[in-house]
């Protein structure tokens, strides 16, 4: 199933993000993307269809400044523990009436869902970390997480550190972490069919 391309305002700026809902799917996931990346990189390997494979509903933000969202000063830069961005989530999830569901955060996003989390733990399900940047500032909130997590690295990252996602590993409680061999930062972009396996994985 292909994704619908939809629009809402949140804090009086336009949102953008692609929607692709199943029957009685397992979980709802809702990506967030790279720093260099937007909504529409989930998109161009298919990821709508084969989260729906998977059993999953499929929801991918252009988070504000990014791709077809109006950009606010509001939700970007990131507040010292990332409580902007918690907002932004929570918003988010408000307007389009998600109550649990789970998060992936993908470089830069991180932080960010990490921060929704510790905030939020009664709407989380699961939290997947892809290559994602490690920030001391919420440590803390890492470490009183208890929820599953996925974390996946590219061997052959040169943006990220690979300390970054051990970092994650050693903190978190319940995690899985894969190191995705022949990949770059953007490990789902150069070993998709490993990244959609690792999801079917953690989601069965």
Do not use: C
């Not at 990189?41 to 509903?57: E, K, P, R, V, Y």
């Not at 470490?143 to 996925?150: G, V």
Request: aromatic residues 14%.
């Amino acid at each position: 199933m292909k994704a619908v391309e939809k629009f809402i305002t949140i804090d009086g700026k336009k949102v953008h993000y692609y929607e692709s809902l199943i029957s009685n799917p397992k979980d709802t996931v809702v990506l967030l993307h790279g720093k260099s990346f937007k909504a529409e990189t989930w998109i161009s390997i298919n990821a709508d269809t084969h989260f729906n494979d998977i059993g999953l509903n499929f929801i991918a933000i252009d988070y504000p400044g990014w791709g077809q969202s109006e950009s606010n000063e509001k939700f970007w830069p990131p507040t010292e523990k990332y409580e902007n961005a918690s907002i932004f989530i929570e918003e988010f999830s408000k307007a389009t009436k998600l109550k649990r569901f789970s998060l992936l955060g993908a470089s830069f996003s991180g932080p960010f869902i990490v921060s929704f989390a510790y905030r939020h733990p009664e709407n989380i399900n699961k939290l997947l970390f892809i290559g994602t940047v490690w920030s001391e500032e919420i440590a803390e909130y890492v470490a009183s997480i208890d929820k599953p997590a996925l974390i996946m690295y590219g061997a052959n990252d040169t943006v990220i550190p690979k300390e970054a996602s051990e970092k994650y590993k050693k903190s978190l409680r319940n995690n899985k972490f894969i190191v995705v061999d022949g990949a770059r930062h953007p490990l789902y972009l150069d070993k998709p069919e490993v990244f959609f396996n690792a999801i079917k994985d953690f989601f069965s």
